[in-house]
């Protein structure tokens, strides 16, 4: 069982769909279930906020990995428009994580961050490091930064994705991988 953090965003969804037609069962914290549909039997939803440690570790149990989608969210996705989420949304829920994994046994997490952040920041184009530099933007930039390093510095094993754009397209697109962090490390 795995639990999956941030299933009704856009990215969320399709991990979801996913995850489902791959035969895992998935706990789902979410703060309003009515935005998925909820009459799938491999799928038990909670509802809640992962930035409480109650609805986490009520979320937690039984899971043997974490996948998290989160993101700081803006109303509209307007790059200057207002945060829904607190600036340090992401650090503070993967501090409740790392702390809640270790005490119920999870080893396992799977983080969606962004191509940008990190080593990678070296691979940002001028005008899309304007925009981080320059909108709210970069305000997911700077705490999906400090997610990771939290990550890095735990004991959980974790994997750490970066994509470089996410699209609602459903054609099939290749995919490149690059690797960073300590070697034999698994």
Known sequence: M??????????GKL?????????????CLVRDPT????????INFF???????SDLKQSMYGCEAIISVLNISRTPDFPWARLRT??????DVMHNVIELAEQEGIKRIIVCSAWGVAETKRDVPAWFNWFINNSNIGFAYKDHE??????KKS????TIVRPTGLTNS???QKVIESYYGRPGRK
Do not use: C
């Not at 795995?2 to 990215?11: A, D, E, P, S, Y």
């Not at 979801?16 to 069962?25: H, I, P, S, T, W």
């Not at 004991?155 to 974790?158: A, H």
């Open 2 to 11: 795995i639990l999956l953090l941030g299933g009704t965003g856009r990215t």
């Open 47 to 53: 509802k809640g906020s992962p930035n409480q440690m």
């Open 15 to 27: 991990v979801l769909e996913e995850a489902v037609k791959r035969g895992y069962l998935v706990n």
């Open 170 to 172: 459903k054609k099939e």
């Open 146 to 151: 400090k997610q990771e390093e939290l990550l």
């Open 155 to 158: 004991n959980l094993r974790w």
């Open 86 to 91: 607190p600036v340090t949304f992401l650090s």
């Open 35 to 42: 935005r998925l549909e909820r009459d799938h039997a491999s």
